[in-house]
């Protein structure tokens, strides 16, 4: 198995919901990353696990809230989200951080926040 | 200033044509990736690269670390090669990605 998965692939949600997005790997990889993208617009990082710990965090609203159950799965937790956090959410995993060799990405959540 | 400038930021082609898309980097680097993001979103990995030429198929990457330079070259292009292509320059800390190059190839 050589992906990264991501469910749903598209959700929306009203402003009140809470919604979890779900990212899976078993690659054996023990970092794995959340970005989100705008339209037309490069991805920007919001979380980093490494061995199933947050090690960043970048400035990212309380209204996102990342989970590491094990080293295969990683959640966002959403909750009271805006309409400007519509955006693709993607899911990305490497063999350990920071691999220069790269990263794997899943295919995305589209996240409609209405 | 972006660390990762690309052009051009869009771009259409002919079936057939030869096409190449530039990107140059001001940050020290591990390693320069080349990414492809089809409409439905997901990310491939095309290339890594820490110096020289690789080739996969109708797809040549270049990289020039003394001038901060890489170029993805794509031949013989075809409507499926149709995505964003993003380069994307990884410090050893963190990944830089640019704005992408929207390629459009019409039969």
């Known amino acids: 198995d050589t992906e990264v998965t991501q469910t749903p692939k598209h959700l929306v949600m009203g402003m009140t919901n809470k919604k979890s997005l779900k990212c899976e790997q078993h690659m054996g990889h023990r970092a794995m990353y959340w970005y989100k993208q705008k339209a037309k617009k490069p991805p920007e990082l919001m979380f980093v696990?490494?061995?199933?710990?947050?090690?960043i965090n970048e400035s990212v609203p309380s209204r996102f809230s990342p989970e590491c159950p094990n080293s295969s799965l990683l959640n966002l937790h959403l909750h009271a989200l805006q309409p400007e956090d519509s955006a693709l959410y993607l899911c990305?995993?490497?063999?350990?951080?920071?691999?220069?060799?790269?990263?794997?990405f899943g295919s995305g959540t589209r996240l409609t926040v209405v | 200033k972006n660390e990762v400038e690309q052009s051009p930021q869009n771009l259409t082609a002919q079936e057939g044509e030869f096409i190449t898309i530039n990107c140059s980097y001001s940050?020290?680097?591990?390693?320069l990736h080349w990414l492809q993001q089809h409409p439905g979103g997901g990310i491939v990995s095309l290339f890594m690269l820490s110096s020289g030429k690789k080739k996969h198929g109708r797809l040549i990457a270049t990289i020039n670390i003394q001038e901060k330079h890489s170029s993805l070259h794509i031949t013989a292009s075809h409507p499926r090669d149709s995505a964003v292509y993003i380069c994307a320059a990884n410090t050893g800390n963190q990944f830089y990605f640019g704005t992408g190059t929207s390629l459009t190839v019409i039969p």
């Open positions: 940050v020290g680097i591990s390693a």
């Open positions: 990305a995993s490497s063999l350990i951080p920071r691999d220069p060799r790269g990263y794997t």
């Open positions: 696990y490494s061995y199933e710990k947050l090690s």
